[in-house]
């Protein structure tokens, strides 16, 4: 089967994925096989490729999948051949450790993850847990499903890792892909959105998309916020977003790779003003995001790609091109 593997970190814009032909993967007990339609680009597939975040390589990366399953493995159950179905980060979790017996799988502390610990959705056909497999929206195009798998699901956790209120003030800083799913939850929940990012094309968007204000981290949006997200991996942003928190507000920080926090002063913090990190999801957060993406309804602006054009999607998300989400459409 057609490929996009990995097999030597470096500068995603020298072309870091090699086109190639694998064996088409057998699930084990507990495991489907999926055909892959559509697999989401993500900045944490740029991490990867550019070794910011480790994984053990050769690797098949991708991790917002949208497929149909064509195998099912021994005691798979709830699901048949044929069904719709997505893959996200999480491919599994330990399931007996402290976190997990807690409702915080996201915490896990022996995790495996899709396109890091386990071949992705850059490819034909790969491998998931059945137990981490959601059943996808009935009618959602699988292009448009791809950015949910994580984009949206980690968008839908941070803001409830913000602590955002329905009819509160919410900052958002860069509007990629998750921003501009996020938004759209906010929106629905009455949030006033007030979106912070460098480049205009973006800030048009945000505002087409129905946010109150658009503008530079530097500039004032004239109100305190109540609580915010950043998703871009910029640490130099979260001293200049702490004063723009109204008191007992929370910056969400949604990144799994981020450059060196400069030292800012107490004053900004005070107020119990707090910085959060936002790290993975659970499996609840995901029926809940899929479930109110349907309702809503949410929905991806997309980039589609062939698969042999995934260096050129993540050259595109490295230089900040992408209005929305990149998908690579393989069916």
């Known amino acids: 089967m057609r490929a996009m593997v990995l097999a030597a970190t470096g500068d995603a814009e020298t072309d870091r994925l090699e086109a190639r032909e694998i064996p088409e993967p057998t699930p084990g007990a507990g495991e489907i096989a999926i055909a892959v339609e559509a697999c989401g680009v993500c900045r944490t597939d740029l991490h990867i490729v550019e ?3 480790s994984a053990e390589i050769p690797l098949v990366p ?17 699901l048949r051949e044929g069904d719709a179905v997505g893959v996200g980060w999480l491919w599994r979790t330990c399931g007996v450790c402290r976190f997990c017996t807690t409702e915080r799988e996201n915490l896990c502390l022996s995790p495996l993850h899709t396109g890091r610990d386990r071949a992705g959705g850059y490819a034909e056909s790969m ?17 448009a ?12 956790r941070s803001l409830a890792v913000s602590g955002i209120r329905p009819g509160g003030r919410l900052g958002l800083v860069g509007f990629g892909a998750s921003a501009h799913l996020a938004i759209q939850a906010a929106l629905h929940g009455k949030c006033e959105v007030y979106v912070f990012t460098r480049e205009e094309r973006h800030r048009r968007l945000s ?22 997200i950043t998703f871009a991996p910029a640490g130099e942003l979260l001293p200049q977003m702490l004063p723009r928190l109204d008191r007992g507000g929370t ?19 005070y107020w119990e003003r707090g910085v959060r990190s936002v790290a993975s999801y659970t499996r609840r957060d995901a029926r809940e995001f899929l479930a109110l993406a349907a309702e809503v309804p949410i929905r991806a602006r997309v980039e589609t790609f062939a698969l042999e054009q995934a260096n050129a999607a993540l050259g595109k998300i490295k230089r900040g091109e992408i209005e929305g989400a990149a998908v690579l459409r393989l069916r």
């Open 51 to 53: 070794g910011e975040v």
């Open 145 to 156: 499903a791809a950015p949910l798998l994580c984009a949206g699901i980690i968008g839908y």
């Open 62 to 78: 991708g991790h917002q999948v949208a497929g149909r399953v064509s195998k099912v493995g021994s005691g798979a159950a709830g």
């Open 251 to 269: 910056l969400a920080v949604n990144a799994i790779h981020m450059s060196p926090i400069p030292s800012f002063s107490f004053d900004d913090l």
């Open 127 to 143: 491998i998931a847990d059945a137990r981490f497999a959601f059943p996808l929206p009935p009618g959602l195009a699988p292009e």
């Open 207 to 228: 505002r087409e998309m129905g946010a109150a204000w658009a503008g530079a981290v530097g500039d004032d949006p004239g109100v305190p916020l109540d609580a915010a």
